[in-house]
């Protein structure tokens, strides 16, 4: 079988490597790859926006299946384009990946269908919004309405903050035709959940706990993610069944009654609050640094449940989880998430990997001159699994101290909320 991934980060890095330890005989490609993603795929010189070469590709050689791992390509339609070609792709239609694309998409959706969420209200005016404003009480949370890479999110303390949030998206920062949704702040601990989907039947994964703020004890900016652990007793089995009932369940069944069908991975960004959980946000696509954890403990074969999933056919799925934890540790440069310095040199992954528990996946590297450069602003994802999360922790941050580059940054904390 021929599997091409879209992608280059730590999540496309595990994504490929599941497939190439399937028991399905595979070749894969990668556009565009990363030298991480090159110990198992062919990387190919096209850019991932170029949905146009990406379909040539694929019916030049018969790919059988495209992974696309970014919400970027998905909410631009890559996924249709490829579709026109009977081309198979494990990720959803632009129609449905509004999930993502469209805060107000989602509300609308889990308001029709009485999905716990934080209340909320969307404006396209910014008199109107911060007369609205007004009437409330802090924190309070402002939203733009559309993809901003995790960044068009405020979580405001005061009233003072909260209308210069309002004013900075309404200056049309984030978009030219800004509008914007200012919703309840909800107070619980947070957790990612996610879910196969094949247009009609729903298989649950695994449940995780991503560290989004750059600094220890969760302060500092928001980033796309510090690092991750999976399972986390966060999420009980109490928890997650009231996740498929009252959220995952009847979003996908209001999908389907909208003739937008969802056919792909849904992840459901959570807050478990006193009343229950209740969904933040969605995403239509595996989370990163999650899955660099949780693929990790996958017994199933990745392939094979992907493969159901794009057929229709995960009535019958048994998607099936060792019993253990695991826990990814991300490698920063100094600086990230604003302006962060690159090119320096990465040594010590061959020797942290000794540890057959240890997996050491690849984001912003490059390769020159046979050296490994840490170019970007996530570099590396150590993961590490053991019987309990102590030890799946001391593992990570032992082989951490093995990996060696000038402007290494990383959280001493990861899963600090299930420590014994
Ligand atoms: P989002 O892009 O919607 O996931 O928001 C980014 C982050 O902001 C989330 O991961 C939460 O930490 C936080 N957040 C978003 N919405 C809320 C809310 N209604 N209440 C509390 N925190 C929120
Ligand atoms: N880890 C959060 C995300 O992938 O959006």
């Keep these: 079988m021929k599997i091409l991934i879209i992608g280059n980060g730590g ?3 595990a994504i490929a490597r599941s497939i190439y330890l399937s028991s399905i005989p595979n070749q894969i490609y990668a556009i565009p790859g990363n030298p991480g993603i090159m110990q198992y795929a062919e990387c190919l010189n096209i850019s991932s926006e170029n949905h ?3 379909c040539n590709f694929s019916i030049r050689n018969n790919i059988d299946l495209v992974i696309i791992g970014p ?4 909410c631009n339609g890559l996924s249709d384009e490829l579709t026109k070609y009977n081309i198979k792709v494990f990720a959803p239609s632009k129609i449905a990946s509004q999930l993502e694309s469209s805060k107000s998409f989602t509300k609308e959706i889990a308001y029709k269908n009485n ?6 209200k969307r404006f396209t005016e910014r008199d109107r919004a911060l007369k609205y404003l007004n009437l409330l009480g802090t924190p309070i949370v402002i939203k733009t309405d559309g993809l901003a890479a995790g960044k068009g999110v405020f979580i405001c303390e005061s009233k003072k903050e909260a209308s210069e949030s309002i004013s900075e998206i309404f200056s049309g920062k984030f978009s030219d035709n800004p509008s914007l949704i200012i919703e309840e702040f909800l107070k619980g601990e947070e957790a990612s959940f996610f879910a ?16 989004k703020r750059l600094l220890e004890g969760d302060k500092g900016p928001n980033t796309g993610g510090m690092g991750a652990y999976t399972p986390t007793p966060v999420l009980t089995n109490n928890i997650i069944d009231q996740v498929m009932n009252k959220i995952i369940e009847p979003t996908v069944s209001a999908m389907n009654k ?11 960004g959570l807050m478990v609050t006193e009343k229950g959980p209740e969904l933040i946000e969605y995403n239509i696509r595996f989370g990163d640094p999650e899955t660099q954890a949780m693929l990790m403990l996958l017994k199933s074969d990745l392939l094979s449940i992907m493969l159901d999933t794009v057929n229709g056919e995960l009535k019958n799925t048994k998607v099936e989880w060792k019993d253990e934890t695991s826990l990814t540790v991300v490698l920063a440069n100094k600086g990230y998430p604003l ?3 690159t090119d320096s040199i990465i040594t010590g992954i061959e020797d942290a990997e ?3 528990n240890i997996k050491v996946f690849h984001a912003g590297t490059r390769l020159e001159n046979n050296e490994l450069i840490a170019s970007g602003g996530r570099v590396l994802n150590v993961t590490a699994t053991g019987l309990s999360i102590k030890e799946a922790r001391e593992k990570a941050y032992n082989a951490i101290e093995k990996i060696k580059f000038e402007t290494k940054y990383f959280r001493k904390d990861i899963a600090w909320r299930a420590m014994p």
């Design 339 to 341: 302006n962060y310095k």
């Design 196 to 211: 196969l989907v094949d247009g009609k039947n729903i298989q649950p994964l695994i449940g995780a706990q991503d560290h």
């Design 52 to 54: 146009k070469d990406i």
């Design 258 to 268: 909208n003739n937008t069908p969802y056919k792909g991975v849904l992840f459901a």
């Design 115 to 120: 999905i716990p969420t934080a209340a909320y």
């Design 354 to 356: 000794k540890d057959k």
């Design 11 to 13: 999540r496309e890095h």
């Design 71 to 74: 919400e970027i390509q998905i």
